[in-house]
């Protein structure tokens, strides 16, 4: 620091670290803070509650190769490509950058052809409809096309050519990961063959036509975060992805210096803001140190996709899930983001409508019109915090790539089920904290829309499938010119069933698949059984006793009891036990929950469960409150606590209760 800069606050002299901790001391009684405030985030690292200058793990900021800006990509939704072409104008017109459009393409056992999710591209006329007066040198598309990449890049090839459109400029970007397709459908594309081959042959085609502006190998590491991996394992297994291409291409004979440029990363943004923040700024760290092992002297660009977190969205309740989505773009933005999808409030309860659309285009157009987030490189740079947080995230993510490929590579690693069983321990810390109320999600773990119903949202989720079937008289692709053939194929009047074999078989390389979940679905399963068994249970508190304590365990029981859509009945209190079991009488509720404090329970207990268990059909009698603070725990029927595995006490209450999960 300068002479001039030391003497702005002389009132205000320095502290030193030793000063800090010992208030901190202090006010703990002598309790060690980087235990006690430890935040154990479940992302790979446990920050600590406050850092300094010295904490830093450089000089200097560690921004790398940070660029100011992101593009506004709006994901569209509609199957029919007419229908697309206009959602994608329209969106456009409203503030848009660039567009996504979603497909998969799967064979099943037996079946000839394909079946094909999201967008329902069958043929080459399909492209032409959909990409009609849409043109990709000013506006980027990304097609999340999994394996299907190379016809679909064969398609816009041939729309682009038939318009003269030059294909130099053509900004495109192919989420082409045959690895994380494998997880997430149990099995490897092609039966006996390596699953990069076709990762070849997008390199090589837009060599053949110059199309410079293509990114055609991606790194979906979704996968890892969907699946419940921590933070530090989505970096560490996205960088050994990125290594894998540059591996298995290079036994193709293609150069690192030529491979690395064509590599992108799409990665999820969750709701830990400032890890988050981290973990983009770690990979582009990541990237550079992966560069440099294969001897690449320039390494290029990390061109960063980031999606707004499918894991912690909710049925129940969904506006919460604007704001989650907000925060979730603001990290990702603020971390160097070069596309930014924030997905609509409602993505995980079925279509978007156009409100919801418009609130998650608008979220990011005011990042950037009016908190203009878009003009600093990087905004966190020299944050002692995120500077820490940053570095951490990266030592842990290389442990983790360094575990595969000591496993002989990504690949290997999955084959193996070296990963799946890593990102299941990840998952279980995760499930543990969402039971037992650790991690919340509002509306559904936590403080209950007591009016909120998602069945009928439920039972319309998910993408719609078509069937692609094969013709008999279509030409076939030739393996050793796989794209420029197809693009050949489909002009000849080929469609996307006489492609699929080319790109998987219906073979039988099995491995064990990540399952994609959602954290809230455990809970949100409780619920919906209570909605399909067609009445609520009824719930009666009986506050009883210590006025403060009665009310604080009346009001837990009915935010835990909410949970799980039963309706509760909460009076202000009762005077004896007497008239409890009277207004239990009255009411004749499913469930009775007694609430008072620990001393007066050894008395309060036994007198009503006496009296309950003698009616015709008594309740369920629970107490708030642990087993330990009654002489005779068998009295009550269950007990809930703010120790209780809540999810555990739900399941049980519907058990008792005839409600079938």
């Known amino acids: 620091m300068s002479e001039q800069q030391s003497d702005l606050f002389p009132e205000f002299p320095p502290v030193s670290r030793e000063a800090w901790e010992e208030v901190i001391k202090g006010d703990l009684k002598g309790a060690d803070y980087t235990d006690k405030l430890r935040w154990k985030s479940g992302e790979g690292v446990a920050p600590l509650p406050f850092y300094r200058r010295e904490d830093l793990p450089r000089e200097g900021p560690q921004t790398v190769d940070n660029r100011p800006g992101w593009s506004l990509v709006e994901e569209i939704y509609e199957q029919d490509p007419a229908e697309a072409n206009d959602a ?11 567009l996504r459009f979603h497909l998969r393409l799967e064979t099943l056992d037996g079946m000839l052809g394909g079946d094909q999710s999201g967008l329902a591209l069958r043929g080459q006329d399909d492209m032409d409809r959909l990409l009609e007066e849409i043109d990709p040198r000013k506006t980027p598309l990304h097609f999340d096309a999994a394996i299907a990449s190379p016809a679909v890049l064969a398609m816009v090839r041939n729309t682009l050519d038939r318009r003269g459109t030059d294909l130099k400029a053509a900004r495109l970007t192919l989420l082409h990961d045959p690895v994380s397709w494998a997880l997430e459908h149990g099995r490897l594309p092609m039966e006996g063959e390596a699953p990069h081959r076709s990762s070849a042959a997008l390199l090589e085609a837009a060599e053949q036509w110059g199309l410079d502006r293509l990114r055609c190998l991606g790194v979906d590491a979704r996968i890892y975060h969907r699946a419940g991996a921590s933070a530090a394992q989505e970096l560490g297994w996205g960088v050994a992805a990125a290594g894998e291409y540059l591996a298995h291409l290079g036994e193709e004979g293609l150069a ?36 440099r092992a294969w001897d690449i002297d320039q390494p290029p660009h990390a061109f960063l996709t980031a999606e707004t977190s499918s894991w912690n969205k909710t049925l129940y309740d969904p506006h919460t899930n604007m704001l989650r989505t907000t925060t979730e773009g603001m990290s990702a933005a603020l971390a160097g983001a070069d596309a930014l999808v924030v997905q609509p409030y409602d993505e995980s309860i079925g279509r978007p409508d156009d409100f919801s659309r418009r609130i998650a285009r608008n979220s990011q157009i005011i990042m950037k019109e009016e908190a203009y987030l878009d003009r600093v490189a990087d905004p966190s740079a020299g944050s002692y915090y995120i500077e820490h947080l940053t570095e951490e995230l990266a030592e842990r993510a290389w442990e983790h790539f360094r575990e595969v490929e000591a496993q002989g590579g990504l690949l290997k690693a999955v084959e193996g089920g070296f990963l799946q069983a890593a990102a299941g321990e990840s998952r279980e810390e995760r499930d543990r904290a969402v039971a037992f109320g650790k991690r919340v999600f509002v509306g559904t773990n936590h403080y209950p829309d007591p009016d909120g119903e998602a069945g009928e949202r439920a039972a319309g989720r998910g993408h719609r499938t078509v069937s692609v079937a094969p013709s008999e008289e279509a030409p076939k692709p030739d393996p050793d010119r796989l794209v420029p053939s197809m693009a050949e194929c489909l002009l000849e009047g080929a469609g996307m069933g006489d492609l699929a074999t080319s790109l998987l078989d219906a073979g039988r390389q099995k491995i064990a698949p990540l399952r994609p979940y959602r954290g809230a679905e455990a809970f949100e399963e409780l619920r919906l059984a209570t909605e399909a068994a067609g009445r609520a249970p009824s719930v009666l508190t009986l506050p009883l006793g210590d006025r403060r304590m009665r009310k604080a365990r009346s009001s837990f029981a009915v935010n835990l009891l909410g949970c799980a859509g039963y ?22 509720p499913d469930v009775a929950v007694l609430c008072s404090s620990d001393e007066a329970y050894a008395e309060l207990l036994p007198a009503v469960a006496g009296e309950l268990r003698a009616l015709e059909n008594p309740p369920l009698l629970v107490l708030a409150g642990r087993p330990e603070t009654v002489p005779d725990p068998d009295l009550a029927d269950l007990f809930i606590h703010a120790r209780s595995n809540v999810l555990q006490t739900l399941r049980e209450c519907h058990r008792r209760l005839g409600i079938a999960p």
Request: hydrophobic residues 50%; charged residues 25%.
């Open 567 to 588: 309706e509760i009945e909460d009076p202000i209190g009762f005077e004896s036990a007497d008239e409890a079991v009277e207004a239990v009488r009255d009411a004749a």
């Open 88 to 98: 994608a104008r329209r969106a456009l017109s409203r503030g848009a950058e660039a």
């Open 256 to 291: 690192p210096g030529a491979v690395a440029p064509r590599i992108h990363f799409c990665l999820s943004a969750g709701s830990a803001y400032f890890i988050e923040m981290a973990k983009f700024r770690a990979l582009r760290l990541l990237w550079h140190n992966l560069c």
